[in-house]
Structure formats: C-alpha cells, structure tokens
C-alpha cells in the first residue's frame, strides 16, 4: 500500500493519476474522518425518495474505503448514523440499516482481502439483533488486518460517548491525579488510535453535527459542496492535496503540515 500503489490501480490517464502524482507520501494524514452528507437531497434533485440517495451513497463509500486503503492512510472514520438520526421516519432508519448489513455482507470479503480492520464507534446495543449480528462478525473476521483501520460511526454521539466516557473513568476507579487528557482519551471509543488528521464534510453544511467532538479539537476542515453519493476518488485526493498545504500549528508558531505522529 502506499502512492505507487495507488498510483498503480489508477487507470492510466485519467485526471486522478494528476492529483495522485501531486500528493506527497510523507505527509498523508495519518487519521482522515468524512461526515457523509446530503443523500438526501442528491435523491431530492432527482426527484426520488430520499432511501434512493443512501443506496446510492453507498458505491461512494465503497470507493473512498478502497481509494484510502491504497493510499496508504491508517485510520478512516466515517459517519452512517448518529444518535440524532432515530428522529427520522422508520422507514428511513430501517432502510439505513438494511443498506449497512447489506454492505457488510457483500464487502467483508473485500475487506479481508485488503487487510482492513473493521471497528463499530458508537452504542452497539440500541441496535437490532440482526445489524449488531453483522457488525460483530465483520469485526471479528477482520480483527487480524494489519492494513487499514476502517471506523463505522453508527449509533454515535460526540457528547454521549464524552458521557460514556465519563462513567467509564468512574467505574474504572481512576484517581484524579491520573486522569488527564490522554489517559481521559482511553476511555473513549476511539481508545488507542490517534485523532482524525483532516476532517471531511460532503454537501456544503459547516457544521461538526455532534461528530468525534473530543478527537477533531485540531483536525483541519475541508467542506465540499459535493453531495455524499457523488463524491469520488477525485474529491478525496483534492481534499489529501489541500491539507498537505496547510499549516498546523496547535496553538503554537507556523510549522509544515505534517502527519500527526
Ligand atoms: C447523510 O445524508 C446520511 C445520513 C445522515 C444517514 P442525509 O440523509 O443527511 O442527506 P441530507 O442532508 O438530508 O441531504
Ligand atoms: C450528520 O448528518 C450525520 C451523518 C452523516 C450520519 P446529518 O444530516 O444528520 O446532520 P445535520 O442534521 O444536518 O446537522
Ligand atoms: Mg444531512
């Protein structure tokens, strides 16, 4: 894995093989997270039911995991459901979730065979049966990938899983001098893994809309006004383009943007 073998896969000659060319190795983005909006009203322009904007969102999601996978980046975050999103119709919400078992089914193998490791961030047991039935096997089948992290946000909060956290120092014992922000991050869903590089928005809102609230505090934005299902290799090696021209500086003096660990 790595720019040659993204560079590889590329079909020759096409405008992405430019944008791969550009990206320097050295400075991917260890952690890339993408809130994955706008299914709906990409399905509202085309005068289709908004289900019809998950279903295809999903040939998005398929190409973005692979497009990271090969490029070489370590952890990929993306937010399916959030605890927000039960206030939508039934119809809805049943539709998401058959459209993520589904997805499951059809890409562990894939998954597999690219070495991705598959992790649920958010409260698996609101959950039905069956979808936790299918999330806890592709973890499971995938827990011995070495490859790339692979994070479904479903059933996430950024304030209840702080909250979740909380309890968990709590019932943990941890005595006050021992808790601070790194050993805080432990408790987190995210425990172990390092916080989201750059911060991916599709559909144009400027919003964080309650996602990884504690992981983002320095990750850079980049907002498209692209909407999730048409959102492509392309958009993902412009937005790796534009974080590697910006200058993080944690609060302190300018430095180059350089991958977080
Ligand atoms: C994102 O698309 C998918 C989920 C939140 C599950 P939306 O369904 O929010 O689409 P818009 O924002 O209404 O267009
Ligand atoms: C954020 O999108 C949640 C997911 C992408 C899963 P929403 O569409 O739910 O966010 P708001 O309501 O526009 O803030
Ligand atoms: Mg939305």
Redesign the pocket.
């Known amino acids: 894995m790595g720019l040659d073998a993204l560079l590889d896969w590329l079909p020759p000659d096409s405008p992405e093989v430019e944008l791969a060319r550009r990206i320097r190795e050295d400075r991917l983005p260890v952690h890339i997270a993408i ?4 299914n ?1 009203r990409w399905a509202g322009l085309r005068h289709l039911p908004r289900v019809e904007g998950h279903r295809a969102g999903i040939d998005a999601v398929r190409e973005v995991v692979e497009t990271s996978a090969r490029l070489g980046i370590e952890y990929l975050t993306v ?4 605890v ?2 039960w206030k ?1 119709p039934p119809t809805e919400v049943n539709t998401l979730m058959t459209l993520l078992k589904r997805y499951l089914c059809s890409e562990l193998d894939t998954l597999v065979r690219h070495d991705i490791r598959f992790k649920v961030v958010g409260r698996l047991e609101e959950l039905a049966p069956d979808v936790r039935a299918a999330l806890v096997e592709a973890m499971e089948k995938t827990a011995a990938g070495h490859g790339m992290q692979l994070n479904i ?1 479903l059933n ?1 909060g950024g304030r209840a899983e702080i909250v979740e956290a909380a309890k968990r120092a709590i019932v943990a014992a941890i005595r006050p001098d021992e808790l601070d922000e790194r050993a805080f991050s432990g408790f987190l869903y995210t425990a172990g893994q390092p916080d989201p590089d750059l911060l991916i928005r599709t ?1 144009g ?1 400027m ?1 964080v ?3 990884l609230l504690w992981q983002i505090a320095y990750a850079e934005i980049w907002v498209t006004d692209t909407l ?1 299902p048409d959102f492509r290799r392309p958009h993902l090696l412009e937005a790796v383009l534009d974080y590697q021209r910006r200058d993080r500086r944690y609060g302190g003096i300018s430095r180059p943007v350089a991958a977080s660990r």
């Open positions: 809130i994955m909006d706008g709906g937010y399916a459901f959030s927000e999103n939508r946000a996430y559909s809102e919003r809309s309650n996602f999730w």
